[in-house]
């Protein structure tokens, strides 16, 4: 592999996402946990975790529409450092626990989450090419997801008893705090992709070198480009492919929920598991960031493959790994598990601890399948418009996110993992049809017609 500036770009963003997500991932696996400890302490405090979660995704969702304005005065890393301090602020916030201010931090930090996402899409985009995509979204993500074994790996040996005290929360939060500034400081560093080597531009001149021609009074203002970025994203919303694929997008949502704030807390309140459920909260977050960083790096050193064979029979590998998953987990845990201490039992009894890991693992590995083509098919079809599409990427994601979190509240375990399948396999066949709709019109365009152009100016395939 050669060490080139857009690889070492590439290798920064991944790294500063680790650090920052380090936090924030551990935060959101054990939040449902932490606030319920709290709250036993405080009985004026009253924030719930799924709330709070709820709230994130319902900001991060809205605000995705303004992401691609945004960036569009700014640039990418801009939007990438700013949705860091929205991290910073959510994180610190937990130090001192107020209801108000949890909620109004869940706030901030949707519309940072909008910016962050946004603007990694958009950087990873512009470096890399038509062949290095799929290897740099494994890379990535493999990288990334290695932030669940790293935080969770720490909150194992800090939740050891059946109860979590104050001190060792706050230590918890404080070194969480600290991880995302590292992370954050980083990002900083992150440097401007070279030119006419992005992907989409590699043939031609790229968009850069293209506005350096155009003269200065020429050139659109920075509300007009703003106006001009949000317009695309309606319009790239409503093409056929994009409403296909949406189908992807939303079951990605869910399944992020369910691996990131219901599964883990479901096995620390099910008191069958054993005296320390507690300390497998932790435990099931790291087996989650294995499964996740197993198939990112997999993936990443097969991309050279999915160029020949396609992407979607990673997929269909992520949606057999997940019914297993799902199955084990409707076995092993009870149906009430996902809201408070319980001492009910699922079809298994005693429920398994190492069972309950195997699917913590599956999870992971699963969602690195389905997230790892996601990005790379939206990065090949959507090279000039990059930032809206993983701008819409990430709505419809949150969106699922957050109705998943509020009915999470409500439904039952088993009902939960019913909507999974269902969701699992609309997602799938979505998927299928999009990339083979994409190859068949790879195979029978012009090498000058960019496919993704096709589907945005006429709305056709």
Same mark, same amino acid.
């Given at each position: ?22 936090? !924030? ?43 691609? *304005? ?23 916030? !937990? ?38 995509? *799929? ?8 990288? !990334? ?55 989409? /531009? ?89 499964? /996740? ?141 999009? /990339? ?5 019109? *790879? ?17 056709? /395939?």
């Amino acid at each position: 592999m050669i060490f080139e500036k857009r690889f070492l770009n590439v290798m920064v963003l991944s790294w500063g996402f680790m650090l920052v997500f380090t936090a !924030f991932q551990t935060m959101g696996n054990i939040e449902k946990t932490v606030l319920e400890s709290i709250s036993q302490d405080d009985p004026s405090f009253s924030g719930d975790g799924y709330t709070s979660l709820a709230i994130i995704y319902a900001v991060f969702a809205t605000c995705n529409w303004l992401a691609p *304005s945004y960036i569009s005065m700014t640039g990418p890393r801009t939007a990438i450092l700013t949705g860091c301090c929205c991290y910073i602020f959510f994180i610190g916030s !937990f130090l001192w626990p107020h209801t108000v201010l949890l909620y109004v931090a869940s706030a901030v930090l949707g519309i940072g989450a909008a910016l962050i996402w946004t603007g990694h899409g958009q950087y990873l985009t512009e470096n890399s090419d038509s062949e290095t995509m *799929s290897r740099n979204a494994g890379i990535f993500w493999a990288i !990334f997801q290695s932030s669940l074994f790293i935080g969770n790996l720490f909150v194992y040996f800090m939740f050891t008893g059946p109860t979590i005290k104050a001190s060792t929360r706050n230590l918890v939060f404080w070194v969480l705090t600290v991880l995302s500034t590292i992370g954050t400081a980083l990002l900083a560093t992150l440097r401007k992709a070279p030119r006419k080597l992005a992907l989409g /531009e590699a043939e031609g001149v790229s968009s850069a070198d293209k506005e350096l021609q155009i003269p200065e009074p020429m050139r659109e203002r920075p509300l007009s480009a703003a106006w001009h970025a949000l317009r695309d994203a309606f319009k790239l919303f409503f093409t056929r492919r994009m409403l296909l694929f949406a189908l992807t997008f939303l079951y990605t949502g869910v399944v992020l929920t369910f691996a990131s704030g219901v599964y883990s807390p479901s096995i620390g309140f099910t008191k069958a598991i054993g005296k320390n459920s507690k300390s497998l909260v932790g435990l099931s977050g790291i087996c989650i960031g294995i499964g /996740e960083v197993v198939g990112g790096a997999l993936f990443g050193i097969l991309a050279s493959k999915t160029g020949k064979y396609g992407r979607y029979p990673i997929v269909l590998i992520g949606f057999i790994v997940h019914t297993f998953a799902f199955v084990t987990i409707y076995l092993n845990l009870p149906n009430d598990a996902p809201f408070q201490d319980t001492d009910n039992v699922g079809y298994i009894n005693p429920p398994s601890a190492a069972l309950a890991m195997v699917g913590s693992t599956a999870l992971g590995f699963g969602d690195a399948c389905f997230n790892t083509q996601v990005y790379s098919l939206l990065g090949i079809l959507y090279s000039t418009d990059s930032a809206p599409a993983f701008a819409l990427f990430k709505f419809c994601q949150s969106v699922a996110a957050a109705l998943s979190f509020l009915y999470s509240s409500h439904l039952g375990l088993h009902t939960q993992l019913c909507i999974l399948m269902i969701a699992m396999f609309m997602g799938t066949v979505a998927f299928c049809l999009v /990339e083979y709709r994409y190859r068949k019109s *790879s195979n029978t365009d012009s090498p000058e017609v960019d496919p993704a152009l096709v589907d945005v100016n006429s709305g056709e /395939e």
